[in-house]
Each structure stands twice: as C-alpha cells, then as structure tokens.
C-alpha cells in the first residue's frame, strides 16, 4: 500500500520488527484512514467555488441546496453572494442554536452568560472561564444532531473547564454516542465552507 505522505510508528523499547510489522499491516487500513482525517483537519476547510447563477450546491442542516434556494442570486457578484450567504449563515446558526441549547441548558443545569456566532477558522464552539459560549456560523451547515452535540459539549464546560474523565462522562450521559457527531465533523468539515 503506498501512502502519499509518511507515518511514524512509535514502539515500545525491545519491540520486533515482526510484531511491529504485524500489527500494522492488522491495522493499516484504520492507520491510513485516520492520518488522511487528520491531514483535512490541518488543511483547514476549502473553499468552495459560486457557480454562474447559484447553482452550487451549499449544506444548510446537513441537506444539500442550491445556492438560490438560500439566498437571493439575481445580478449579483461573487463577493456579494459570499457576503449574502455568510449573513445568512450567521443567522440561521443563532436562530438554531437559540431553539435548540434551551432544551439542554435545563437538561444540564447551567445557564451561559452569553451565546455569540462567531467566523472561527479552527473552532466549532468555545466556553470561556465566564461562562460565554461561542459557536462557528458553519454549524448551520451540520445536521442538527451534530449541533446538538457541540452545544451539550460547550455546555458541559460550563462546569468542567477541561477535557478530563468527568467531562466525557457529562457528555455521555446526554448523548452517548457524542464519538460519532465528533466523526461526523472531522470527516466532513472541509466540507462546510462558503
């Protein structure tokens, strides 16, 4: 199998080659799966290209529409469409995450001092040590299931400011299968972009 760019395999001291060996060709197709993942993530998200009349395809809750089904495209640049669909963004993430962290905050028993929508080019949610949350317009772009899982995350640090055991357990006992919303965005972040 040839990989377009390098791993390093790390063993403990006095490990053979031959075990070495075994175990990565046992886990190779994992091994490769998730340094392509982590490669998208450090390429950060591409761009997308606007379509003559709109007609790209644009995520909006995890569905696919035409640029025209989002935003008004007559007579406008490509700038302005960008600059339409980022406002368009931004309000569609608060209006979603207004309805949808309300149901959670009285789930989890904690109340932000603040919720912002953000342009963040590393981050899809943050809570500061003052309990204000922020969350990436991009969410609009997610399904909801794995908004959700962002807003319980960001929630949950509302009491525990660090990613500790007690952390994922809070996670997990509101949503236990929070690894697959976290797949869900490392797989499919490059994706979400204008």
């Not at 007690?166 to 994706?191: A, C, H, Q």
Request: net charge positive.
């Amino acid at each position: 199998m040839e990989l377009p760019y390098m791993v390093t395999i790390k063993a403990p001291n006095g490990a053979s080659e031959e075990v070495i060996r075994r175990l990565v060709m046992q886990h190779g197709t994992e091994i490769v799966q998730k340094s392509a993942r982590m490669q998208q993530v450090l390429d950060g998200p591409q761009a997308k290209e606007y379509e003559n009349e709109g007609k790209g395809s644009f995520l909006l809750f995890g569905k696919a529409h035409a640029l025209h089904q989002l935003i008004p495209v007559e007579g406008l640049t490509e700038e302005e469409l960008r600059s339409n669909l980022k406002k368009f963004y931004f309000a569609e993430c608060k209006r979603m995450i207004g309805q949808r962290i309300i149901r959670y905050q009285q789930e989890l028993k904690v109340k932000p001092k603040s919720i912002d929508i953000v342009d963040s080019p590393t981050k899809w949610g943050s809570c500061s040590w003052d309990k204000k949350l922020t969350f990436n317009y991009r969410l609009a772009m997610a399904p909801p299931e794995v908004i959700d899982y962002v807003i319980i995350h960001e929630l949950c640090h509302i009491h525990h400011m660090n990613h500790d055991r007690s952390f994922w357990r809070r996670v997990g006992s509101i949503m236990p299968n929070y690894k697959e919303k976290e797949d869900y965005l490392m797989r499919n972040g490059r994706t979400m972009t204008l």
